[in-house]
């Protein structure tokens, strides 16, 4: 990194854009809500890249359950999320946040092609980058697309924006009195087969010692708190990590 400035990857998944009320569809306000927070975060000196989800528009895997071809199912998911990113783009650009989106599939019109160094230097210029189309390729969810930029752009956590406080031992849907587990090593998170991120993902991060934040993005102000570094949910953390 050019300097001693946080870094971070914030992935957010499609609910992050639904109507609260219907859970799918992307809802204006529920965009520029989250913009909001990003941008007071970003005006905290953090640099900042975003990884989206698309699920709120088409969720791949389960249509490919139904019978789609999953490929083809996939390549529709990736591109739900760059219409995501688009959204989010321009209400940081009305929140008065530079920001660029850049796109694993080459879409040149519309947003960037996913440049690794260039994509450094946004964010060195104190411009927000949005990694949009997953990884490009099948099969890969856009947790694993979020592990893969976060090594790539040399971020300093991978921060996953949930609608549940944390990781808990038990699913909290079933059981009310769920114990929220404030720190875990990515050795138990992989043991206990929790499912808050793929297994791929976890691995990545785990293999290059990026620790993962899980928390609450629902809360007002619990992104911002995420991004600049405040305890917050639950840390997956490696053996550098005390």
Known sequence: MADSRRRVLLKLSGEAFADP???????????????????????????????????NIFRGVSQASKGMDPASADHMGMLATVINAIGLQGALEKAGVPTRVQTAISMQQI??????????????????????AGTGNPFFTTDTAAALRAVE???????????????????????????????LS????????????DTTAITM??????PVVVFDMT????????VVGEDIGTLVHGDGIK
């Not at 946004?122 to 411009?127: C, I, T, V, W, Y």
């Not at 990515?186 to 991120?197: G, N």
């Not at 991060?205 to 990026?210: A, G, V």
């Open 111 to 132: 947003a960037e092609p996913y440049i690794r160094l260039k994509a450094i230097r946004h964010m060195e210029k104190n411009r927000i980058v949005i990694f949009a």
């Open 205 to 210: 991060s785990r293999e290059h010692d990026i």
């Open 153 to 183: 752009i040399d971020a300093d956590v991978i921060l996953k924006a949930s609608k549940v406080t944390g990781i808990y031992a038990e699913d909290p849907r079933e059981n009310p009195d769920a114990v929220l587990l404030e720190r």
């Open 186 to 197: 990515f050795r138990e998170f992989i043991d206990r087969e929790l499912r808050v991120m």
């Open 21 to 55: 009320e219907i859970g799918y569809g992307t809802d204006p306000a529920t965009v520029k809500r989250v913009a909001t927070e990003v941008a007071e975060a970003h005006d905290a000196g953090v640099e900042i890249a975003i990884v989206v989800g698309g699920g």
């Open 219 to 226: 809360k007002p102000g619990n992104i911002v708190k995420a």
